[in-house]
């Protein structure tokens, strides 16, 4: 096992990468940019260290500094959480030939399903059900329509390295497809530096559905079973459940096998997600793997009572996976409701500054990830997201009750939250009934 773990993040995942090292009996070291430098989480890490100023590329995305924070501090092993550089290969990669472990995939794996084009390849191979379009990149215009004919309109241009939504354009006839496939090359090669893009179906109404996988070195991979995030604003998740309400359990089964049978396929060690959308007919299509611990993991760890995080460490460290699918075994319903620090009256403006006040919920079966206490200052330099509140209980209706009581208990102050939202949503007939797409909230924001 590793003896001191570097986290190279910062905020709620900073801390619950730190407290599942204590409980591992790993000692563990924080880092800091100088916007960070009072962050109360700081104090529970074993040792902390500045790694720059508050823009990120100066801190949380300088690689050399990361490396020179791990040697000083002698850590055998980094975190990346998620966001910043945890799906970055070049970093894993870097971590590797300074001897630290990579709490994550190999460089190859990553590189191969985080690439949407090998992805879609590696799944097609593993009979993953993708959605049907071009084979690959495509390079000539001519080609891209001979697709979308084939496959009829509307079609999708997205770019192969794509992420964060960027580079990828609808088109619903020739012309919209030859702007298109410009348009998304440009800002993929902008964005990404590499311009490849491919074309493939566009589904109208679909539900988010993805499955948690973790793989270990030794060749197990299992699922842990699959969340709903289909409550989204601009492709942000804002609400997440597990499980996805009303999905035929033959269907549930199928397309969480599908996504374990991906990672084993790709050899892959560490935790991933593989997401997918599904149509009203509970047909699904992967969208793309994330490659890291994702925001929304709690709600796996509650249904499950896998601590994923503590999963990771292990596997990265060479331990075998100690569960196998058969152990897995979920029960009740759990739900995550993302609180921000934005206010929602001013189109989601974000909001830093400093709480004064902050009381979180407590009680039965909720469950609070956060690194803000009463006077915390939310730094303006990065995501606004400022916790996650989080209830299991027996099923999805008591669930739903029982986040509106926490939301109830839960008082920020001065700055504006998420929080009014999400009570709101929980009285929502449309999402007490579930089972949504992936544009409602959307639709519901703008009555
Ligand atoms: P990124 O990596 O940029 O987030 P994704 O592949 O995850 O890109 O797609 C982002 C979003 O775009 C999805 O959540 C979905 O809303 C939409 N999308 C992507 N591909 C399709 C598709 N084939 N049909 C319908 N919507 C799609």
């Known amino acids: 096992m590793f003896s001191r773990v570097l986290v190279a993040n910062r905020g709620e995942i900073a801390l619950r990468v730190i407290r599942a090292c204590k409980e591992l009996g790993i000692e563990s070291v924080a880092v800091y940019s100088e916007a960070d430098k009072d962050a109360p989480y700081l104090e529970f890490a074993d040792k902390s260290v500045c790694i720059g100023p508050a823009s990120a590329t100066k801190s949380y995305l300088n690689i050399p500094a990361l490396i020179a924070a791990a040697e000083i501090t002698e850590a055998d092993a980094i975190h990346p959480g998620y966001g910043f550089l945890a799906e970055n290969a070049h970093f894993a990669e870097v971590c590797r030939d300074c001897k630290l472990a990579f709490i994550g995939p190999s460089p190859e794996a990553m590189a191969l399903l985080g690439d949407k084009v090998s992805c879609k390849k590696m799944a097609r191979r593993a009979k993953v059900p993708v959605f049907p379009g071009s084979d690959g990149a495509i390079e000539d ?18 770019a192969s390295a794509g992420g964060g939504g960027r580079g990828m354009r609808i088109a619903r006839n020739d012309e919209e497809l030859h702007a298109g496939l410009d348009a998304a090359r440009q800002e993929a090669e902008a964005a990404f530096g590499n311009g490849a893009v491919y074309v493939e179906k566009f589904l109208e109404h679909s539900r988010h559905v993805e499955v948690q996988c973790i793989g270990d070195q030794h060749g197990n991979a299992v699922h842990l079973y699959e969340r709903d995030c289909s409550m989204q604003r601009r492709h942000q998740k804002v609400i997440e459940e597990a499980p996805a309400p009303h999905i035929d359990p033959k269907k549930r089964e199928e397309v969480c096998r599908s996504a374990a049978r991906l990672i084993k396929n790709a050899k892959y060690s560490g935790a991933a ?48 996976l100690p569960f196998k699918q058969r152990d897995i075994k979920p029960t009740g319903h759990a739900i995550e409701c993302r609180i921000n620090a934005e206010d929602p009256s001013k189109g989601f403006v974000p909001c830093a500054g400093t709480i004064e006040q902050f009381d979180p919920p407590g009680g039965p079966g909720v469950r609070m990830d956060t690194h803000v206490v009463r006077s915390y200052r939310v730094p303006p330099n990065y995501d606004s997201m400022i916790g996650k509140l989080l209830v299991h209980a027996d099923d999805r209706d008591q669930a739903i009750r029982r986040m509106a009581r926490a939301l109830d208990e839960f008082h920020v102050e001065p700055i504006h939250t998420t929080i009014a939202l999400h009570r709101e949503l929980m009285q929502d007939p449309g999402f007490v009934k579930g089972g949504v797409d992936i544009h409602y909230l959307e639709r519901l924001l703008k009555k």
Do not use: C, W
């Not at 215009?141 to 997205?158: H, R, S, T, Y």
């Open 273 to 320: 997600t593989v997401e997918f959308l599904m149509d009203d007919k509970q047909n699904f299509y992967l969208l793309e793997v994330n490659t890291r611990v994702q925001v929304e993991h709690p709600v796996t760890e509650l249904i499950t009572g896998i601590d994923i995080v503590q999963t990771m460490i292990r596997v990265s460290a060479g331990e075998p």
């Open 141 to 158: 215009p001519k080609e891209a329509i001979e697709v979308a004919q084939k496959i009829g309109f509307p079609v999708i241009v997205k």
